[in-house]
């Protein structure tokens, strides 16, 4: 008997188990590919921003420890600073606290000193006083104290100088014996520095002597002042010949200038003679003041300083010299003293007897 077909039954799900595995791993395959894509991209665009903002704070990191470097250093500079402020604002009290002290002592010597100022004030009206009394008296007794001699009003009695006269010169000797009365002292000097030279106290003596006629002269008279060792010339030059004797700012500067002139070279005493010859008008009273016989002569290749002059050498110069002065004007002669010349005070004495002048050789305290 022909065996039966069992007929097989037809279902309507037709997928099995491996498909439905397969087509799910596809799934989470395709869901990790678009979620792993846009994660790349995530985070490549958040490593870049991390990267440029890493950048940027090491870069501040940097600057920043420059910066502190260079604050630490201002800051020790400053703290240097501070400490020498310091110091010195305690110096500065302690000078300030001196001070106040030494006010304190000038506020208590100042009170003193006015003090002895009203004192010193009311002594010197005291003398003013006493000085107009006698003044006074001596001037109701002029007749009976006062010596006169006729001509001859003008007479200094305490020096015996006649100080008149309308042209008045002065003549200064600035030869290199004007530095020490000892020959071996001149020679000394004249190799010392200039500085030493003008100090000389002869020399000194010498322009007190010039400041001290030039004071004494009437302020009436004019003046002029000439020095001389080889040459001869005038002082006040810029004034011509003469200059009037109340000029006191001329003087003064004509005065000063001695005072930085070193004594030379030797003595020519006719150079003198014949300046005061050129001069016009010629002078009425000639006051010189040196210390011993020329060693030169203007006609003469003799130097002092190389060739040995003997004293009856120097008396002829003398002599001969003498013979420029013009007849009429008066020398008075002031003599400083000088070793080894022993003729020059009896030659100058017989010229200013002559010329009917004044010979004198004052004491070493004059003027």
């Not at 810029?238 to 200059?243: I, S, V």
Request: cysteine-free; overall charge negative; charged content about 30%.
């Amino acid at each position: 008997m022909a065996r039966r077909r069992q007929r097989r039954q037809l279902s309507i799900f037709t997928l099995s188990f491996l498909d439905v595995m397969a087509g799910g791993f596809g799934a989470v395959v395709m869901l990790y590919l678009i979620i792993n894509h846009a994660t790349e991209e995530t985070i490549d665009t958040a490593n870049r921003d991390q990267l440029a903002e890493s950048r940027l704070l090491d870069y501040q990191v940097k600057v920043g420890e420059e910066n502190l470097i260079d604050l630490r250093e201002l800051v020790a500079q400053l703290s240097l600073r501070v400490a020498d402020a310091k110091e010195r604002i305690e110096t500065l009290q302690e000078e300030v606290e001196v001070k106040e002290e030494s006010l304190e002592e000038v506020e208590l010597v100042s009170l003193d000193l006015t003090d002895e100022l009203e004192k010193l004030r009311a002594e010197v009206k005291t003398q003013e006083e006493r000085v107009k009394r006698l003044e006074a008296e001596a001037e109701s007794q002029r007749d009976i104290n006062t010596i006169e001699i006729v001509g001859e009003g003008d007479r200094q009695y305490l020096t015996g100088l006649y100080m008149g006269g309308n042209n008045v010169l002065v003549a200064l000797d600035r030869s290199s014996s004007m530095l020490d009365k000892t020959i071996v002292n001149i020679l000394r000097r004249r190799n010392m520095s200039r500085e030493r030279q003008l100090e000389s106290p002869k020399w000194q003596r010498a322009i007190d002597t010039v400041e001290w006629l030039v004071a004494n002269v009437p302020v009436t008279s004019s003046l002029q002042i000439a020095t001389f060792n080889n040459q001869a010339e005038l002082v006040l030059a810029d004034q011509e010949n003469w200059l009037e004797a109340t000029e006191s700012d001329a003087i003064r500067d004509a005065i000063s200038s001695l005072r930085e002139t070193v004594p030379r070279n030797g003595t020519n005493l006719e150079e003198l003679f014949m300046l005061v010859a050129e001069m016009r008008p010629l002078p009425d009273n000639i006051f010189l003041i040196t210390d011993g016989l020329p060693t030169l002569e203007t006609n003469s290749n003799r130097l002092a300083r190389n060739t040995v002059v003997s004293g009856r050498e120097r008396l002829g110069i003398f002599v001969r010299s003498a013979r420029s002065l013009p007849i009429g004007i008066p020398v008075n002669v002031i003599m400083l003293p000088l070793e080894g010349d022993p003729r020059a005070a009896g030659s100058y004495w017989n010229l200013a007897r002559s010329t009917s002048g004044t010979f004198m050789t004052p004491s070493e305290d004059w003027p």
